[in-house]
Structure formats: C-alpha cells, structure tokens
C-alpha cells in the first residue's frame, strides 16, 4: 500500500533521514521505534506531507505522491495524529471532530463515522460540548484520534500516542489502536513505549540517525539481544 523509495529529508543542510526504503501493507500495523532524534517524527511528518523530501519518492497505491501539495496528502487517504495533540483548544470537542470531515467523500458519511469515533473512545461522547482545551490528556488524545478517523483514511499515523499518559490510559489507547487495526486501516505508529508498540504491532523498524538498522518481525527483534540494549531500551 505504502512505499518509500530511498527516501532522504533535511532540515536545511542537516539530513535527517537518509536512503531509507520501506513498505507496508495494507492493513500492517507497523512500528518505528529507537532512540530519541533518530528521525521517527521525521519520517511521519513526511509520510503525511508536512516535509519535503530532497529526494526519493513516497508512493501510495502504486502513485507517487510526493510532490503533491501538503493538503492533497488527506485526499490521498492519509491522516496524521501529530506528537502533542495539537487540538482546536478554543472550540469544542464536537467541532474539532467536524474539522477532520470536510473532504467530500468523509462529509457524506460524518454522522456515520462519528458514531463509530464515539463506539471506539466512549469517554468522548459526553464531551462533544466541551472546548477541547478543557479535558484530561488522556481525553485529548482520544480526540486526536478519532479527528483523524473522522477523514475516513486508508493510512493513519500516530506519532507518540502515549505521550505523557497515565499507565491505564495508555492501555486503554493501545486497545483502540488494535481495533482500528483489526477494521482494516494500515496504521504506521511511532512510539517510545517500545513494550506496548511491539505488542499491538504485525511488524516493526528500528531506526537510528535517520536509517533503518533493524526491520522484521517485534517477537524476531526481541530476541536479539544487540537490539533490545541498544535500540529498544530493554
């Protein structure tokens, strides 16, 4: 579904990923996992179109997308769920559910996939009145989520999900990972709950100054102990 072909991204003169060439398929959950700076964010960011590549390609069912306009990346059929959040704060959580369905195609099914958020994330659903800014971390992250789903896409990336999360919560944010995998939405997930990740994940990379040092399956990549000091933290 998803190929990126020698793919090489900079800030300036400062290369962040370099050559790097992945695939994922449709319905894979696959997740980037390593060392803080190793370029993960990086890589979603430019998945999603927010960056650039100075070279390579990002192809998306056979087409390369990458020099489409960032907006044209949603109609694409991806979403990203950024580091932080980054909600409306000001306007209610019913409103920022609404922002992430103005493409056509998501519009004429809102209703229906706002029953859906609201079945995957039920603490939402009392909420839809309250500004954004208002609710719990946990809560937030929730919304970010399903504001992405509202868009109906084919490919979703989580950057960071658990970030700044109570254990419970982030238990409770892996099993609706799962069940956005299990309905058939490729997802790509970065994560530095690198326990968690491998456990939710079909496959995983591990990336280490904007390279792939390690790519196979989470079980395969546990056992290797050179892996698990140096890369995953455990």
């Not at 609201?118 to 939402?124: C, E, I, K, M, Q």
Request: aromatic fraction near 4%; charged fraction near 20%.
């Amino acid at each position: 579904m998803l190929e990126l072909r020698q793919l090489t991204v900079a800030y300036g003169e400062a290369r962040a990923i370099w050559d790097l060439s992945l695939q994922v398929g449709r319905g894979e959950l696959l997740c980037v996992v390593g060392p803080n700076g190793a370029g993960k964010t990086t890589l979603v960011n430019t998945i999603a179109g927010i960056l650039k590549p100075m070279s390579g390609a990002i192809v998306m069912d056979g087409r390369d997308i990458s020099r489409l306009a960032p907006h044209r990346y949603c109609e694409a059929g991806i979403a990203l769920v950024p580091e932080g959040r980054r909600l409306f704060t000001g306007m209610t959580v019913a409103e920022n559910l609404e922002i992430g369905s103005y493409l056509p195609a998501a519009k004429t099914r809102r209703r229906e996939t706002l029953d859906e958020v609201l079945t995957l994330f039920p603490a939402v659903q009392g909420k839809l009145p309250v500004p954004a800014g208002e609710l719990s971390g946990g809560q937030q992250q929730m919304v970010a989520i399903a504001r992405a789903l509202m868009a109906r896409p084919r490919l979703l990336l989580l950057d960071e999900p658990s970030l700044g999360l109570s254990p419970l919560v982030v238990v409770d944010m892996f099993k609706a990972i799962r069940k956005i995998s299990a309905s058939g939405i490729t997802i790509v997930l970065v994560e530095q709950n690198v326990a968690m990740a491998l456990r939710a994940s079909h496959r995983a990379c591990v990336l280490e100054q904007g390279r792939i040092v390690a790519e196979g399956a989470p079980d395969e990549l546990m056992e290797r102990p050179e892996i698990r000091q140096a890369y995953l933290g455990i």
